[in-house]
């Protein structure tokens, strides 16, 4: 079973920053992809940057110059620095990987529980 988990949500006023992590455990034999997804009330969940299986970064349009991923991926561990936060950046934010559990086995997507942003002042 794997498991992620994330950490650094709150309550940051606009302009403001905050990083979040998302550490993944369980039975990993390797990482595929691993990235950050929010939903903002009354939308659909959509990507915010992710790693992709070739080891490329790839972030959304509106998140590009604001947004940091980065990632100690021998503590499966990925981060994604937030500046120059803005009201509408307010969502769930989820962490996302895609794992093989072991050589033999299919790939499996797995989600972290989600952390809530809420920028405002």
């Known amino acids: 079973q794997v498991q992620l988990v994330e950490s650094g949500g709150g309550l940051v006023q606009p302009g403001g920053s905050l990083t979040l992590s998302c550490a993944a455990s369980?039975?990993?034999?390797?990482?595929?992809?691993m990235g950050w997804y929010r939903q903002a009330p009354g939308k659909e969940r959509e990507l915010v940057a992710q790693?992709?299986?070739?080891?490329?970064?790839e972030y959304s349009d509106s998140v590009m110059g604001r947004f940091t991923f980065s990632g100690d991926y021998a503590k499966n561990t990925v981060y994604l620095q937030m500046t120059s936060l803005k009201p509408e950046d307010t969502a769930v934010y989820y962490c996302?990987?895609?794992?093989?559990?072991?050589?033999?086995?299919?790939?499996?997507?797995?989600w972290g529980q989600g952390t809530l942003i809420t920028v405002s002042s």
């Open positions: 996302n990987s895609v794992v093989l559990p072991d050589p033999a086995s299919d790939p499996l997507e797995v």
């Open positions: 369980g039975s990993i034999f390797s990482i595929i992809a």
């Open positions: 790693k992709t299986p070739s080891d490329n970064i």
